[in-house]
């Protein structure tokens, strides 16, 4: 099994700065791509950011150029650094890792992030 920890939500004010982190536990072999996804209040859950065991990455639309995802493997950790912040960023953010065997994909517990206008 595999276990995914996010870390680093918190309210900021518009066009502040957060780092999120994930963290990686358990049977962590064979892990590929690992990604974020967040969920706002009354919309469905979405893409944030994607990025592969070599650092291969993948934004949406809305936070490209704004978020910048990257992964440390060593530490078994995954950053989402977000500047910029807007009030549309309000959202529980979500690791996901990927392992390309079975497939199989894991979530972790979510993290809040408000931006107040």
């Known amino acids: 099994q595999v276990q995914l920890v996010e870390s680093g939500g918190g309210l900021v004010q518009a066009g502040g700065s957060l780092r999120l982190s994930c963290v990686a536990s358990g049977i962590i072999f064979k892990i590929s791509n690992m990604g974020w996804y967040r969920q706002a209040p009354g919309k469905q859950r979405e893409l944030v950011a994607t990025i592969t065991s070599g650092g291969l990455t993948n934004y949406a639309d809305s936070v490209k150029g704004r978020f910048t995802i990257s992964r440390d493997n060593r530490k078994n950790t995954m950053y989402l650094q977000m500047d910029s912040l807007k009030p549309e960023d309000t959202a529980v953010y979500y690791c996901?890792?990927?392992?390309?065997?079975?497939?199989?994909?894991?979530w972790g517990q979510g993290t809040q992030v408000t931006v107040s206008s």
């Open positions: 996901n890792a990927v392992k390309n065997i079975g497939p199989r994909v894991y």
